[in-house]
């Protein structure tokens, strides 16, 4: 076979949000009817990678990128959006961009529909012309043909089954006479599963067609039946690229999440629980959750005392559902037992009186209070639940705030967990991320729960107060005997501080794994990928080989890679 | 100069500009010809009509309901305190006392109701407690015609019925707080009780807010989802906040009457929340912040500026212009007072 030549090349595209990296040096081609499956875990930097081929206004607003794009082999720099579609680039996104109201065919040629000629837009100009619905429908359904689905090009939008408006976007992209490449961001994440073959296999018949496409999506297995060529993005960097005959999701799985790490680190850190048999600290069973983005359908666990238990799973899957349906912040049914005493549901007061105590994923929002003190935040929770921090006056009728206790209290736990601050009297909007996730702790600590929920205790915050964070968690737990169940999208960090972690997928627990199990199987569970069959070794170390040779290809021109990858 | 300057920034330039032309105000009297010990004395009964009425706003502020447009509600239960304390013919201090107890009755009822429905109207409080003010005045302005007062003092010398829209307290509880332990200051008199109770209230609101229940109500207002989360009642906190606003209106309009002398029916309580909102402005309070200060602050300086202004101005001018100033002056100080409410002062 030919050397087929790349439609799209990336060279070294970089990118910083804010003084953040979130992109280095990513380089990899497209050719023409390739389909290149891009993947990587939440945050890897494969939505930013799209936005800056799209050029979309935040790359611009927050300071451009790096390194170059090649359209048909000429560097290209896109002023906006419509200069990419101008150029033949066509994207789906992952959120719907169609207008309920409008039928298929409108959605479709939205802004460039065929238009009558008449006497009127001589005298007024275009702005008038009447549509030509007739050509406009016909235009439609053959683009429907093209794709092979079964579309209505008359139905309204606001109408459809989910899957069809996700035709009705890839519709739109490929009715553009000059598509030269297209863009499919999860695609296939709100389809059913034989709505995901259809648009599976009319993939394929646009890649005959010669069309180039990326796919991006979390189910790994579609990405290994569908496309010619993998790349795998980790922490905004390129870690590996290979073809996708040969490979298995395991292993594309275990690149995602990263290699194997030594598990030495957690060994030591085991002081509590261990052989002990004792019942349940919490059982959860059957649980439901209606918390928006975050859908938990049936989830069942149960987590030792003095036990650090690990919820993982991809953003969007359901994990942080979890904690807010258990402490009645999202609507949420099942039972949840607590010692064996089963809790009602729903109200966040219930859990925080039995001993429980939650740190929100949302700091700003549910966390803390940004205008008050650090005091204040880190006592007000006790106060109002176990009426800490209070003098009862007149025999007791009413209850007096002790301003003194509050800041004494406050002041033990700046030092205890290093908060940086000019006092306990600072307003915590004030205080950096990382500060302000130490006082979200410190607010929990101050309930001295029995069982507590830490949900992405280090997010968006910097590595040396992950690290207090960390291990002040580990520390309350060995000395407390509390029950610690941390939500956390990163996965390194649940294995460094649980024995047991559960992944959760598409609302339900996948599987729950000792930490000492090896990432690939993490990522299968979080792929949603455990019916894969067995472990598959052979074609693990293919893949080696592959990447191995890869490695030797580097200095080879990136086209000659994909085109090797053809053969 | 790096000191005066953040002093600067915590008072806020305009709150100095508008304390600054108070003092020249002041210092202006004597050379106008007006006296001073009057103009103090002036200031001091104004700022002991309208201080409850001011503070009135604070536990809505503090709940997050914003500012209580709808005080008219509360004033309106504390015009029926005074007319039906009037209606059962108590004098004297009973009379201002049963006054009093009535329209807390009142207010802790439409309070309740005002409460629940601003719980229904979350994020648009302001807007609606508005039209609360403003429809409770019109429903009630065909209410007073149809209650059935009978005490003459209080109803149409000539049908037989309806209530005037003036209501002397003469005879009944005119200048009872004034009076109480008042001295003469120069030739003029200070109205200590007026003031004392002033500040009695605003220690009761304070002391209030050092409660557990306060200060949950503070937390509703700053963030009431990390309230929630903590196990608060919302709905509950801004009930009583709106109650508590309401009942504290309804005492104001009555400590406003015993000193202005004469209860104002109808349309009367239209004009109420305005000011004091204005005042509280000034202050320097924010739409879900506020503190005493910002109350004190407020009504020395808005009450101060509203009576110092026309008193010297007409003494300059040599016209009666004085009604005219201080609707000028007072209608400019709200919108003034309206623009800046982003920034919470000291």
């Known amino acids: 076979m030919d050397r087929i030549k790349a439609i799209l090349s990336l060279r070294g595209i970089g990118k910083r949000f804010y003084g953040n990296r979130v992109l280095s040096d990513v380089s990899f081609d497209v050719a023409a009817g390739q389909i290149l499956g891009l993947v990587g875990e939440n945050g890897a930097g494969k939505s930013t990678l799209m936005k800056i081929l799209f050029s979309m206004p935040e790359i611009h607003e927050t300071g451009g990128y790096e390194g170059s794009i090649l359209w048909n082999d000429r560097e290209v720099r896109f002023k906006g959006p419509s200069d990419a579609l101008e150029a033949g680039i066509g994207m789906v996104h992952q959120e719907f961009s169609l207008i309920p109201g409008f039928s298929t065919t409108e959605n479709i040629f939205l802004n460039r529909e065929s238009l009558h000629k008449s006497v009127m837009t001589d005298i007024f100009g275009s702005r008038i012309r009447a549509l030509d619905r007739e050509n406009m429908t016909k235009l439609s359904q053959r683009a429907i043909d093209k794709l092979g689905v079964p579309l209505d090009p008359g139905m309204l939008v606001k109408e459809m089954p989910v899957g069809h408006k996700q035709f009705t976007e890839i519709v739109r992209e490929i009715s553009r006479d000059k598509v030269k490449l297209i863009v499919l961001d999860e695609p296939t994440a709100v389809l059913t599963e034989s709505e995901a073959e259809v648009l599976l296999s009319s993939l394929r018949l646009l890649a005959a067609e010669g069309i180039a496409i990326i796919f991006i999506s979390h189910r790994l297995r579609e990405v290994v039946e569908l496309c010619d060529w993998v790349v795998v993005l980790r922490d905004g960097k390129k870690v590996e690229e290979f073809p996708a005959r040969g490979s298995s999701v395991k292993t594309i799985a275990s690149l995602m999440v990263g290699r194997e790490v030594e598990t030495q680190e957690q060994a030591e850190t085991r002081v509590y629980a261990e052989g002990k048999e004792e019942p349940p600290a919490l059982s959860v069973e059957r649980l439901w959750v209606d918390m928006p983005g975050e859908t938990v359908r049936d989830v069942t666990f149960s987590v030792k005392k003095g036990e650090i238990f690990g919820i993982g799973g991809l953003a969007g899957q359901g994990k942080l559902g979890i904690p807010n349906g258990i402490m009645g912040l999202a609507p949420a049914g099942g039972t949840v037992a607590l010692h064996g005493k089963p809790m009602r549901l729903g109200s966040p007061r219930t859990p925080l009186e039995l001993g429980m105590a939650f740190v929100s994923e949302d ?23 176990q009426n800490k921090f209070l003098k009862p006056i007149l025999g007791g009728l009413f209850q007096w705030r002790s301003d003194g206790e509050m800041f004494d209290f406050a002041n033990e736990y700046i030092r205890l967990l290093d908060i940086k601050c000019t006092g306990p009297r600072q307003r915590v909007g004030n205080l950096s991320g990382g500060n302000q996730q130490k006082v979200c702790l410190a607010k929990a600590f ?105 490695e030797s290809l580097k200095n080879e021109s990136p086209a000659a890679a994909v085109g090797r990858s053809e053969r | 100069m790096g000191h005066i300057k953040r002093f600067a920034a915590d008072f806020g330039l305009p709150r100095m500009i508008i304390a600054v032309y108070l003092l020249g105000l002041f210092l202006m009297a004597p050379m106008t010809g007006v006296s001073f010990s009057g103009a103090l004395s002036d200031v001091f009964t104004r700022i002991g009509m309208n201080g409850i009425l001011v503070l009135a706003l604070v536990p ?21 305190g005074a ?82 829209t003036t209501i002397s307290v003469e005879g009944f509880w005119r200048h009872i707080l004034n009076d109480f332990l008042s001295f003469q200051l120069a030739g003029h008199k200070f109205p200590t009780g007026a003031i004392l109770f002033f500040l009695l209230v605003s220690l009761v609101i304070w002391a209030f807010f050092h409660l557990k229940i306060g200060t949950a109500m503070t937390a509703v207002g700053s963030n009431p989802i990390y309230a929630r989360a903590s196990g608060i ?103 003034y007072a309206l623009t800046r409410k982003t920034k919470v002062l000291k």
């Open chain 2, 233 to 335: 009642d919302i709905n509950k906190m801004r009930i009583i906040s709106v109650v508590i606003s309401t009942m504290l209106g309804a005492m104001g309009i009555i400590v406003y009457q015993q000193s202005f002398g004469f209860i104002q029916l109808y349309d009367g309580p239209l004009y109420m929340a305005f000011p004091a909102v204005a005042a509280i402005l000034i202050g320097g309070a924010g739409v879900n912040k506020a503190s005493l200060t910002n109350v004190f602050l407020g009504v020395v300086l808005y009450q101060g500026i509203l009576t110092m202004t026309p008193l010297i101005f007409n003494a300059v001018l040599k016209l009666d212009m004085s009604d005219v100033i201080r609707i000028i002056v007072s209608n400019g100080m709200i919108l």
């Open chain 1, 363 to 385: 700091r700003r929002d549910v966390g803390l209070l940004l205008d008050e003190g650090i005091d204040w935040n880190i006592t007000f929770s006790a106060m109002q639940v």
């Open chain 2, 60 to 80: 809505m502020i503090q709940s997050g309901c914003g500012l209580n447009f709808g005080l008219s509600l509360g004033v309106i239960a504390g015009l029926l």
């Open chain 1, 446 to 550: 101050a309930l001295r729960p029995d069982v507590l929920f830490v949900s992405e205790p280090t997010r968006g915050i910097d590595v040396g107060a992950k690290f207090i964070v960390l291990e002040t968690l580990k520390k309350y737990n060995s000395e407390y005997g509390t029950t610690i169940v941390i939500i956390s999208s990163e996965l390194e960090e649940l294995r460094s501080v649980c024995r047991r972690i559960a992944v959760v997928y598409e609302g339900r627990i996948e599987g729950i794994l000792p930490h000492t199990a090896p990432l690939s199987e993490f990522g299968i569970l979080m792929a949603g990928a455990k019916d894969e069959g067995p472990k598959d070794e052979s074609l693990e170390e293919n893949l080696r080989n592959e990447s191995l040779r890869n």
């Open chain 2, 83 to 164: 007319t039906v304390s009037i209606e059962m013919g108590y004098v004297g201090v009973w009379g201002f006392v049963f006054a009093i107890l009535a329209s807390q009755a009142f207010g802790a009822i439409f309070g309740f109701g005002y409460g629940v429905l601003l719980n229904r109207v979350k994020g648009g409080e302001m807007m609606i407690a508005t039209y609360v003010g403003f429809s409770s005045v019109m429903i009630m302005s065909i209410a007073w015609l149809a209650l059935p007062f009978k005490s003459p003092v209080m109803i149409w010398g000539y049908g037989g019925e309806g209530l005037r």
